[in-house]
């Protein structure tokens, strides 16, 4: 009974200590990480705590300057759900923060004070490991290779250019969203209001469709595609655009972002925009996401890349004012240049003869503008 006591003591002590470290010092939210990292190595290298009494203290913690009292208003307010709290405090421990280097620091430390005396070059081992895992983490933590924007940032991004009261959609430009979707989402305008990824059951029915088709070797090629360009919604290419700062060719760990965060930003802003504005409208909230991405979606059209600034690519390449003045095959071309092909000829004009048959494109003049854009 007395230890337990004291182990509770000392976990209070741990999180009121790095409550006072992490509200008193001006740092930043790395810093704050590597301070907690750092005194709890420290305190499990002294081998006077539990080791499981330093880890929950140190999650306890990490939860609270994470997801609390974080300086990043609009996480804050968007992801008011437990469920949502619990997604983005995982992600960001073990996806941004190096959380697993910690771990395994904590765990060697352990396994080296469980060694036998005689075992001495082990013991050693284990602590160097230990020294190597937790200075990864610092390091990375100083210079990540992979880091995404705070949320205020990416609504900051959002809200930039045009509010959602502020639209006004003609047909035109109605029927160039509609074009847009015909080619990469095409369930875009059909499903569920809050639904921003695409269904499991629909991956996996085009998973096993392919496979039963196509030979190994061409089965691991998509696979590698699934993971650099596949299955990836509207909202999905646009949230990864504004919202990875660093590492974007990192590409296992932007699709998980992807698929973590894209419903519960765009779900949460709507709810957000619902709560706070009158003139919010939930009918044109796909059109206004749509809106977005042709603001902040780069593009490469043969050997120009065209990427977003002031204005939106697709004005940049035409040298148009607004969207009302762009015709479908000028459209029609832009979106051409978001698989972002070393050349478009025309085998990549053809790639979407559905789309243009089904929305009067004249193949003629797709041709025209591509070769003037060479």
């Known amino acids: ?22 509200m008193g010092i001006k740092t930043t939210e790395r810093m704050r990480v590597a301070l907690i990292y750092g005194f709890s190595f420290c305190l499990a290298l002294a081998g006077s705590i539990s080791y499981r009494v330093i880890a929950a203290g140190s999650t306890v913690v990490l939860a609270v300057a994470l997801e609390f009292i974080s300086g990043d208003r609009m996480r804050n307010l968007l992801f008011a759900s437990a469920f949502a709290k619990v997604k983005d ?62 949320i205020t940032d990416i609504i900051g991004t959002i809200e930039s250019k045009m509010l959602i009261y502020q639209m006004h959609i003609t047909p035109h430009v109605r029927q160039l969203f509609a074009i847009l979707a015909a080619i990469e989402d095409h369930s875009y305008f059909t499903r ?18 392919y496979l039963r088709t196509h030979t190994l070797r061409e089965n691991l090629r998509a696979t590698r595609r699934l993971f650099s360009r596949g299955y990836g919604t509207i909202e999905m290419q646009l949230l990864r655009s504004i919202g990875v700062e660093l590492g974007y060719n990192s590409t296992l760990r932007r699709k998980i972002f992807e698929f973590c965060y894209s419903g519960m930003i765009f779900n949460g802003y709507r709810n957000y925009l619902a709560r706070g504005n009158g003139g919010y409208s939930r009918q044109q909230y796909r059109e206004f996401i749509i809106y977005q991405y042709l603001e902040n979606v780069g593009v490469k059209l043969n050997d120009d890349v065209y990427v977003a600034s002031d204005q939106a690519t697709i004005l940049q390449v035409f040298g148009k004012q607004n969207l009302q003045q762009i015709t479908k095959e000028e459209f029609y071309v832009w979106c051409l240049g978001l698989p972002r092909y070393d050349a478009i000829g025309p085998i990549a004009v053809r790639m979407h003869a559905d789309v243009m048959r089904a929305f009067g494109i004249d193949e003629r003049e797709v041709m025209r503008i591509v070769t003037s854009l060479r």
């Open 192 to 209: 569920r209001p809050s639904q921003h990824t695409i269904a499991g059951r629909s991956i996996l029915r085009k998973v096993f469709g």
């Open 89 to 150: 405090f995982l992600y960001r421990l073990f996806i941004e923060l190096s959380y697993a280097y910690f771990v395994i620091s904590l765990f060697c430390l352990r396994a080296a004070r469980q060694t036998a005396p005689d075992q001495t070059n082990a013991k050693i081992a284990l602590i160097a490991i230990a020294a190597f895992a937790i200075a990864r983490a610092f390091l990375l933590l100083a210079a990540p290779r992979y880091k995404t924007a705070d």
């Open 1 to 22: 009974m007395e230890q337990l006591l004291k182990s509770n003591i000392l976990l209070l002590y741990i999180v009121l200590l790095m409550s006072v470290v992490i």
